[in-house]
């Protein structure tokens, strides 16, 4: 079992910038492949970006290509998502996801573990 736990959400401006972290503990996560999803008021869980275990490989979705990083650290068994140029439909709650697969965590369907969440909110 992997137990991941999201953090570094808040109010920001629009422009502005923010650091995600997603813990994991339980397993070490250098085999897994990492993701955020979010969801905002109203709307489905989307897919923001993922990062395969072996470093390098990184997808994004559209409209957050060229803005958001995200990056891991398997000695700290951490993974991030670095946030630019934050803009008001960038609202959300952010999850962090862990699969075996990252064909999986680009569908975003059958992830093995989540995050329970973090608030993102970016004011205009």
């Known amino acids: 079992q992997v137990q991941l736990v999201d953090s570094g959400g808040g109010l920001v401006q629009a422009g502005g910038s923010l650091r995600l972290s997603c813990a994991a503990s339980?397993?070490?996560?250098?085999?897994?492949?990492m993701g955020w999803f979010r969801q905002a008021p109203g709307k489905e869980r989307e897919f923001v970006a993922a990062v395969g275990w072996s470093i390098g490989i990184t997808k994004y979705a559209d409209s957050v290509k060229g803005r958001f990083t995200i990056s891991r650290d398997n000695a700290k068994n951490m993974v991030f998502l670095q946030m630019n140029s934050l803009k008001p439909e960038d609202t959300a709650v952010y999850y962090c996801?862990?699969?075996?697969?990252?064909?999986?965590?680009?569908?975003?369907?059958?992830?093995?573990?989540w995050g329970k969440g973090t608030l993102v909110t970016v004011s205009s």
């Open positions: 996801a862990a699969d075996n697969s990252l064909a999986t965590i680009r569908q975003g369907y059958g992830i093995a573990y």
């Open positions: 339980g397993r070490t996560i250098s085999r897994y492949a």
